[in-house]
């Protein structure tokens, strides 16, 4: 849902928008085990694959390179 406000007061116009929306999933099926919580490692998404790879230069910057660039 989205609700907005256009206006002018004299010379001058305004607006103002907003929206809200409301989402709820829930797990039919699962194959494997449940753990609760968010497992974070570096350039792998929440199964552990790797999502990019990354080299670090000589000054210390980590380069992000998309997986499927380079398939």
């Keep these: 849902m989205a609700l907005g406000w256009r206006d002018r007061i004299g ?9 809200f929306s ?7 099926d699962y ?3 449940f753990a ?8 792998k998404d929440a199964t552990g694959k790797p999502v990019y790879d990354y080299t670090t230069d000589k000054n210390g910057k980590d ?3 998309d997986k499927k660039v380079i398939q």
């Design 11 to 19: 010379e001058v116009e305004y607006s103002v928008r907003g929206n």
């Design 22 to 28: 409301y989402n709820m999933n829930k797990v039919k």
């Design 31 to 33: 194959n494997g085990r």
């Design 36 to 43: 609760e919580g968010w497992k974070y490692e570096k350039g």
């Design 63 to 65: 380069n992000y390179v």
